[in-house]
């Protein structure tokens, strides 16, 4: 395949690109489209259970001030509607997940290319640093922000210049404070016995499903940077730039 003449660019970033002595170029653009896709899904998904913790809050309200007022099927129906969105939100975060970390050992792959002495842990942890315990709060945004720095364009000495890293940090901070919401959730739907724990649990839901929907439009965003700044960076390095 040819990649164009001297000094031009070629229109579109193959799917491999071998440079010698360094990691095969992959273009991470299919994957992601595909993640954007299923991180709009997931936001879709906690936005609907972030409405039926809001049911859910309103009827436990209710029946404490009027317990006649609420019907049993009303309660049995915002338990269900609970129990499915729950199994919509596990599948939508497990399929998402996978196809994320894919991208993200890619994009890291291709960054040791940009930037070899950019980072400061192997590419294996582009996908360990996720199941390391209490260190899957910090690794991965490290690796993230080293990748993202990779991307740009680099100084006259080849180092790698001072980027803002505000679209990763957010994201990450959003998503870490989503996840830490999720873990006092569950604690507090282990201890419901009464209508009024279940508000207090239902509505701490709700905020930690809007919490995780913003985390996820906002890897959309970070996803998106990233992924067109380094087909930007590919197209100008094979272009000589």
Known sequence: MSFGSPGSAPSSLPDRLPLPNLPVLRSPRGLGTALTVLLSLCAVVNLLSAGVGVYTWSLTRVLTGDPVTVRDDALAGSGLLSNVAASFQMLSLLVTGVVFVIWFHRVRTNGQVFLPGGFSQSRGWAIGAWFVPFGNLYLPYRIAKETWRAAGRP?????????????????????????????????????????????????????????????????????????????????????GV
């Open 155 to 239: 100084d006259q000495d080849g180092s790698a210049r001072r980027a803002s890293t505000a679209p990763v940090t957010a994201w990450w901070l959003v998503w870490v404070g989503s996840t830490l919401c999720d873990a006092v959730v569950e604690q507090l739907y282990k201890r419901v016995e009464t209508p009024e724990a279940l508000g207090i649990a239902s509505g701490a839901g709700a905020f930690a499903d809007l919490t995780t929907a913003a985390a996820a439009v906002l890897a959309v965003l970070f996803v998106r940077r990233l992924t067109a700044l380094q087909h930007t960076r590919a197209m100008s390095m094979y272009a």
